[in-house]
């Protein structure tokens, strides 16, 4: 199995930072796209950003030109960047991974989040 831990989130004024990471660990194989999502009180769950392996980003429209995702392959971590935040962005952040194990399970794996509070 393969196992996901985020860290980095907390409370934080509007305008301000915060950096998010994700530990992948366990009887990896590979990892192949990572992602972040979020679900704030009463919505749906929503893709933030993604990255590939080899590096191909893409972003929700709403944190475009604010949060940048990034990888390190080597250390099977994906961050996520969060600057100029918004009260909009509260929510709990949740990491994913599609990974392939070494018992030969590919799936996508998740984090159990992480909370993001931006106060106004």
């Known amino acids: 199995q393969v196992q996901l831990v985020e860290s980095g989130g907390g409370l934080v004024q509007a305008g301000g930072s915060l950096e998010l990471s994700c530990a992948a660990s366990g009887s990896i194989f590979r990892i192949n796209t990572m992602g972040w999502y979020r679900q704030a009180p009463g919505k749906q769950r929503e893709l933030v950003a993604k990255?590939?392996?080899?590096?191909?980003?893409n972003y929700a429209d709403s944190v475009k030109g604010r949060f940048t995702i990034s990888r390190d392959n080597a250390k099977n971590t994906v961050y996520l960047q969060m600057n100029s935040l918004k009260p909009e962005d509260t929510a709990i952040y949740y990491c994913?991974?599609?990974?392939?194990?070494?018992?030969?399970?590919?799936?996508?794996?998740w984090g159990q989040g992480t909370q993001v509070t931006v106060s106004s």
């Open positions: 990255i590939t392996r080899g590096g191909i980003t």
């Open positions: 994913n991974a599609d990974a392939e194990s070494r018992v030969g399970v590919r799936r996508a794996y």
